[in-house]
């Protein structure tokens, strides 16, 4: 388990990660209208807030772990200070252009359902939901055994669960495209093809409807 700083710290020296999360933000940024109010949800150490704020962008942060949330709210002092990133209880306590998530946030979480219906009464109508979640088809992974007796539950079913403390869940777009309806639809996954064999990480984006 992983301290605040020592999750910021990892997450920081880590090139990979770095260069993900610079992609995700890039393409956060370029969908947000200018000015637009953004929730991160599962916003970890406030790595993401910062910058949005940064970007002009007023920021909601809803983060459940304690660790995550204090470190945040040192890390990102200064916007909380200004009002420029406000940390929530609840992601219901905001209304919103857009919602992201990044690194994971979504794969913690086994059935999708009630949180989409609750981003649908965060974001505002033509807003979006940006996620990143770990890529289920990613070749990297098929070096362990996990990723190989769980390929038929991917193909029949379009997701699995690995048995561990955290239980991390695999999807495919498909299904948490299912459990977004009727409230999001599907806009775009990033990479397509062929490309989702070399990434470990997907971006999802929803459209409110």
């Not at 992609?23 to 947000?32: I, P, T, V, Y």
Request: glycine share 6%; with cysteine.
């Amino acid at each position: 388990m992983h301290t605040g700083e020592q999750y910021h710290t990892f997450i920081l020296n880590s090139k990979q990660d770095r260069l993900v999360r610079e992609k995700f933000q890039k393409m956060a940024l370029d969908l947000l209208a200018k000015g637009a109010d953004v929730l991160d949800f599962g916003a970890g150490t406030g790595i993401d807030a910062k910058t949005y704020a940064a970007n002009g962008h007023p920021t909601f942060v809803y983060e459940p772990s304690e660790a995550m949330r204090e470190y945040l709210e040192c890390h990102c002092r200064d916007e909380i200070s200004r009002k420029t990133i406000t940390t929530i209880g609840s992601p219901l306590a905001c209304k919103v252009q857009a919602v992201t998530a990044n690194f994971a946030v979504l794969n913690h979480i086994a059935d999708h359902r009630l949180l989409f219906e609750e981003f649908s009464r965060v974001v505002h109508r033509d807003g979006f939901v940006l996620i990143s979640m770990l890529n289920p088809y990613y070749l990297g992974d098929a070096r362990y055994g996990w990723w190989r007796s769980n390929l038929i539950n991917l193909m029949r079913h379009g997701r699995y669960a690995i048995a561990s403390e955290s239980r991390i869940h695999r999807f495919t777009p498909r299904v948490v495209a299912q459990s977004a309806m009727p409230y999001f639809r599907l806009e775009r996954v990033t990479p397509r093809g062929f490309g989702l064999a070399t990434h470990l990480y997907m971006f999802l984006l929803f459209r409110r409807t």
